[in-house]
């Protein structure tokens, strides 16, 4: 069965800019959520999904949205990039609880 | 919100030695998950522990959720198993929202 899957793998953007960032769960999950990981710090909650609406929020700027749509892909959505926005974003799914996560896509914003 | 603490911050050993890692929670959970991220970033899924105990091969973990820790026991380790361990939780919310601690980051040295 295939995992979680992202896309792109490796993303450049100037500041300023904004950025789509996708994401497709395990078959049969309905639950999506969003991290960003900075260099050496954990992953940091930005939002969950769950069949189409927003579950739960992070402490995030309005900058940042998402949304789930009906075959439960989601998209991560940045914009005005700013230089401190350069970070491993992660995408996880979930049957019930356990979350299981995508490879990331790693944005640069120069 | 809820606090995790991973400790140590880091470790170093030699190829055959044996290792702990905790991770201490501030509050009650219901999802209680370890880690390893690998050098491309990938979050691999180790145990799924909200109490008691699991083993898989050389790697055990054990949640005393009423003192609210965990512990990844790692045997035998090998150079494969350098990398981050992170321990995530999520509070009794019934939203898929990981809070993650700062990581052990481990070197296995042959």
């Known amino acids: 069965d295939a995992g979680v899957t992202q896309s792109p793998t490796h993303l450049i953007k100037t500041r300023g800019q904004h950025v789509t960032l996708r994401c497709s769960p395990i078959s049969g999950h309905k639950s999506v959520s969003w991290y960003q990981q900075v260099l050496g710090q954990g992953p940091q909650f930005i939002f969950q999904?769950?069949?189409?609406?927003?579950?739960g929020r992070g402490n995030f700027p309005d900058r940042f949205s998402a949304r789930q749509f009906p075959n439960y892909s989601s998209e991560l959505n940045v914009n005005a990039l700013l230089l401190g926005d350069s970070a491993l974003y992660l995408c996880?799914?979930?049957?019930?609880?356990?979350?299981?996560f995508g490879p990331g896509t790693r944005l640069t914003v120069t | 919100g809820i606090q995790v603490e991973q400790s140590p911050p880091d470790l170093i050993l030699q190829e055959g030695a044996n290792s702990t890692l905790r991770c201490n929670f501030s509050?009650?959970?219901?999802?209680l998950q370890w880690f390893h991220q690998n050098p491309w970033g990938q979050l691999i899924n180790l145990f799924y522990i909200p109490s008691g105990t699991k083993q898989n091969g050389r790697l055990s973990a054990t949640t005393v959720a009423t003192e609210r820790y965990s512990l990844l026991y790692i045997s035998s380790s090998q150079t494969t198993d350098s990398g981050v361990y992170f321990c995530a939780v999520e509070r009794q919310s019934g939203y898929s929202t990981l809070t993650f601690g700062k990581g052990t980051m481990l070197l296995v040295s042959p």
């Open positions: 509050d009650s959970v219901n999802n």
């Open positions: 999904y769950y069949e189409k609406e927003e579950r």
């Open positions: 996880a799914s979930s049957l019930a609880i356990e979350q299981y």
